[in-house]
DNA sequence: CGAATAGTGTCTGTAAGACACTATGTT
DNA sequence: AACATAGTGTCTTACAGACACTATTCG
């Protein structure tokens, strides 16, 4: 006799050997004028004095997925929950960390600078980085290699959707919001189109409010609630 | 004294828990106008007897990256190495295998029906299963899921680039990519607008041959070499 | 020649790019 | 009032949709 049940009550999962698994996220903000990441210092062996992306191993009696894991550890070095997040890549092979043949499964997220301000300001391991600044950090692992895949996520879908408004605080302008993605795509955008599309996408509502961001006083917006991100069927700069 | 060559010294992975990690694919083909994934039945437990995803486990001694392990298992199912493989999405979590905690990095690719029939006719645990009668077959695991998030990847991408002739052999006609498209989507396309995109994509060269699909003779094309994949900026089917 | 598929010409429709214009608040 | 930023009107451009047209091959 050999039911699933009797091979179930045999099977040992420390008898086959396992890659190192680990979950590592790639959070950006935006944070006068620039687009920042959010890096910690190593405390631990290995590469410890290295910087590198906020994340650890899964706790497989607390995280139902690795998402669980990423929005864990986020939460831990912010105080708050991204924005947004999704998953980006796994990354894996031998060399990448020396302790053996290892994996990552990386995620994706924004947040709102001033959202998480006070607490990363109160903990001296975490650290924005502008993206342009990166090269004065010595990052661990292949963690260059996941910012570089993560940047070109992000530019790619501030191009077919309005993603960058996840980088902003609950309320905010057009204004913002046309920052947000010139800075993102590193070249500037026509306000007409970007507000066509913001019109168009049908995931915003105006709050009555306004704010004085220059001289003339903008409308706040905010997004729906409940409403999912709308993605459009032609790029901004398609050159 | 504390190196990062001491703790490497006494490092033991085995000392801790580590999720289950698997790797699987979801191979699509077409033939006879039917868009097909490959399915295996499992020979063992756990769920013995249902059909899965080409896939298993990761062999560190030889694999040096899920692509690897990813490449090797559809090449011993089909003979041959899919014509594009990308990776599609991460699964995990306590409940999706009964021998606990597990994770299953899943990737996406596509070859000609014709490159690996001979092969996949000669053994006989996988089966290319039209999408239309998966209904018919028990599926291991959450592997319905993996074929739903496949699926979406694929049809999404049909709509900006001209991936479907990874599907086709390696010359074609325009016909053979119009009713590839045609079946991806579900739907009629323009053979007009798929031509002015197959012509501005650059990635293909005439072979000088023709051949006789209907009544007319069709010119045949095949993928310039070394030439990547074209990402439009628009979407073909809009609506 | 007619039938069927291969392939082209060209008009329409839609949404982005460009940019001038008007509106509103601050000094 | 001057000015700077908020927001609109509208023309141009690029490319997909529609569909009629011509071309080729076979019976």
Redesign the pocket.
Known sequence: MNTEADYLNQYDASRFPSPLVTVDSVLFTLHQQALCILVVERANHPQKGYWGLPGGFIDMARDDSTRATAMRKLTEKTGVSPSWLEQLDTFSGPDRDPRGWSLTVTWFALIAWADCEPHIASVSDARWVPIARLADYSLAFDHQKIITAALHRLRQKTMYSLLPVYCLPETF???QLQEATEVILGQS?????L???FE?SGMFEETGE?M????????LWRRKPGVDIHL???N???D
Chains 1, 2 share one sequence.
């Open positions: 302008t057009h204004g955008i026509q306000r007409k189109s507000i066509r599309r168009a306004s004085a961001t220059g001289t003339r006083k903008a409308r459009f069927s032609r901004l700069l398609t």
